[in-house]
């Protein structure tokens, strides 16, 4: 099965409206990456985190090892905001588990 | 900020053709990455490297081989490109020190024909 489960798949949001996606791990997963593939499929990094939470503006992320998720919180949706998150997990030395992604939407 | 090129942007091959897939980063990174992205999957990784002149396995390995020639550059190659190959690949560059933060390049879409 996935060893890196994320939820959900797809999702539309209101501008100026909040979300949460998640990843479960099945894996015993040390850091997490958030990513942000946009419409022209370019990945950007939006979060790298060892257990604990970061912020960076309206971007939220957390990560609970013991518990085996990952959060990613997103305040005020805005149209720039649209593509396909993904989350990776490491477990073990260069061991990399991506999800499948949540498609995200933002509707004016 | 982070520095990762790939050439071709974009390739059409022929079924039992060679392609070369080629990165560059000026990070000034130890590690490099290949990975493939198929429609509506996350990311598999085929190869990676920690040091020139040396290549890991990923965890899709097969039909693929890597070549790391100095720090800066690392190439994908398909010796005998097959039709399961087409695909999307993403090249990516980290540093060392216990945190492996990857950076990606902007892709490469390879169809094989």
């Known amino acids: 099965g996935d060893k890196v489960k994320q939820s959900p798949s797809a999702l539309s949001l209101q501008e100026g409206t909040n979300s949460a996606l998640r990843c479960n791990f099945s894996i015993a997963a040390t850091t997490v990456q958030w990513f942000l593939q946009n419409p022209r499929g370019s990945l950007m990094n939006l979060f790298y985190?060892?257990?604990g939470t970061k912020e960076n503006g309206r971007l939220k992320s957390a990560f609970d090892s013991k518990e085996s998720y990952s959060t990613l919180h997103i305040r005020d949706a805005q149209l720039e905001d649209s593509g396909t998150y993904f989350c990776?997990?490491?477990?073990?030395?260069?061991?990399?588990?991506f999800g499948k992604g949540t498609s995200l939407t933002v509707i004016p | 900020e982070a520095a990762v090129t790939q050439s071709p942007r974009s390739k059409v091959a022929v079924t039992g053709g060679k392609v070369t897939l080629s990165c560059h980063q000026t990070?000034?990174?130890?590690?490099m990455y290949w990975y493939r992205q198929d429609t509506g999957h996350g990311l598999r990784l085929i190869h990676y490297?920690?040091?020139?002149?040396?290549?890991e396995k990923g965890d899709i390995p097969d039909g693929y081989k890597a070549s790391r020639p100095s720090q800066e550059n690392f190439s994908l190659i398909l010796e005998l490109a097959s039709l399961s190959q087409t695909a999307v690949y993403f090249c990516a560059s980290s540093d060392w020190g216990g945190a492996y933060e990857q950076y990606f390049g902007p892709g490469t879409r390879l169809t094989v024909l």
């Open positions: 985190l060892v257990p």
């Open positions: 990776a997990a490491e477990a073990g030395y260069q061991n990399f588990y």
């Open positions: 990070n000034n990174h130890d590690y």
């Open positions: 490297s920690y040091v020139a002149d040396s290549t």
